[in-house]
């Protein structure tokens, strides 16, 4: 066991840094500040617009490094980290007269707005990243702009969604999007970390997801749905039938992660019952191996034209499901599910001639596109996973008795 483990932790060790050398070497804008993400398998850009999401994954990904792993304690990380902070500070809000400016989806490479969504997440990650930075800089300006951010978030989720600027439609009531409340707990995680003024402030919070989190789970605990209505139950049509299994394993581990920290033992066993074992049971290709994108909750051709694609970030999150469930349950069966992601995930996605991960594979498990970041990927759910997976293997080693 302590020979695989070794195994497991050496190679993700090693995959890490070939991630984290491809984007210091390729991403960094060094005449406008913030990072390109459109770049081909080679790390040429091929397109120069910026992506807010990404921009925010960037900054906080490079801080988490610098702040807890020791070799990545240089300071062009944080430099790096620092720039694009400053750039999403320029430049990520758009300017409104009538209330709270939300942040842009897209940027020109000169920090120009393109495309604003009507969703929360742009703001998310711009929290995500001021919090990080603060975190490394000691800036406490730049901490309570991350919180005065989460506050507006949620007023827009909670009190009054009119100022994310989508009209509501008679046909289309709302919904409880998973998406929604898995977020603000990340970002209650993310805020509550070390501060107990903090972790008093957004405890209620906290608990309001969790709930929120739990309504998918439905027909008797079979299915883990995208979507419910606002009162927890299942709606009809394609929308309501949706399940995304790599989905369904991050709220997993966002779930565990919550509830090791409330030492809620019930929550913890929910969390690798419900929203790792359905998820990936449903999930997984008996046929071809990896997860599905998408699934019908009952068995008719998704609608998404990407459905069957095995793309790199659900098995990202299943890997730091399964191996954050072993750490903390020892159950054997979810090591072997752990060794089941991750013999298909590093024999499919790993780019061992350029570096970096290849995103969007056919369902037999071949590269369809072959670039390394675009408008959704980035430095992310990839460096995140290997750091993340790292950590638990040095914890294992050094504790475990074999």
Request: charge should be negative.
């Amino acid at each position: 066991m302590a020979a695989l483990l070794e195994q497991y932790r050496k190679r993700i060790q090693t995959e890490l840094d070939r991630v984290v050398d491809f984007w210091m070497k390729y991403s960094h804008d060094e005449q406008y500040g913030g990072f390109f993400t459109c770049i081909g398998k080679d790390g040429k850009i091929y397109d120069e617009l910026k992506y807010v999401w990404l921009q925010g994954r960037q900054v906080w990904m490079y801080c988490r490094l610098y702040r807890t792993v020791e070799r990545f304690h240089r300071p062009e990380v944080l430099e790096a980290a620092k720039s694009g902070g400053t750039f999403l500070q320029r430049f990520a809000r758009v300017q409104s007269s009538d209330g709270p400016g939300k942040c842009a989806f897209c940027l020109t490479r000169d920090g120009r707005a393109v495309k604003v969504q009507r969703t929360i997440f742009s703001e998310c990650f711009y929290v995500m990243a001021m919090d990080e930075l603060a975190r490394v800089t000691g800036c406490k300006e730049m901490q309570a702009d991350a919180e005065s951010m989460m506050d507006q978030l949620v007023h827009w989720v909670r009190v009054d969604s009119s100022g994310l600027g989508r009209p509501q439609m008679p046909g289309d009531p709302p919904v409880n999007s998973m998406a929604v409340p898995m977020m603000l707990l990340c970002l209650v995680d993310q805020l509550t970390e070390g501060r107990e003024k903090q972790a008093e402030k957004y405890r209620e919070l906290g608990d309001w997801c969790v709930k929120q989190i739990l309504q998918h789970v439905q027909r008797n605990g079979k299915v883990i749905l995208e979507n419910v209505s606002l009162d927890g139950k299942e709606i009809p049509g394609c929308q309501g039938r949706l399940q995304n299994p790599g989905h369904a394993l991050e709220a997993g581990w966002f779930l565990l992660q919550y509830a090791k920290a409330q030492d809620d033992a019930k929550l913890q066993t929910l969390a690798v019952e419900m929203f790792m074992e359905v998820p990936f049971l449903t999930g997984w290709d008996k046929q071809h191996g990896g997860l599905f994108y998408f699934l019908d909750a009952d068995g008719h051709c998704p609608t998404q034209l990407e459905w069957n694609m095995k793309l790199w970030w659900p098995h990202c999150e299943a890997l730091i499901s399964y191996l954050m469930a072993y750490s903390h349950l020892k159950e054997p069966a979810l090591l072997d599910r752990f060794k089941q992601v991750y013999d298909y995930t590093f024999s499919h996605f790993p780019d061992e001639e350029h570096g970096e991960w290849f995103g969007y594979l056919s369902r037999q498990g071949e590269v369809v596109l072959d670039f390394k970041g675009g408008p959704f990927k980035g430095f992310f759910h990839v460096p995140r996973c290997l750091y993340m997976c790292e950590k638990m293997l040095d914890h294992l080693i050094a504790t475990s008795e074999f």
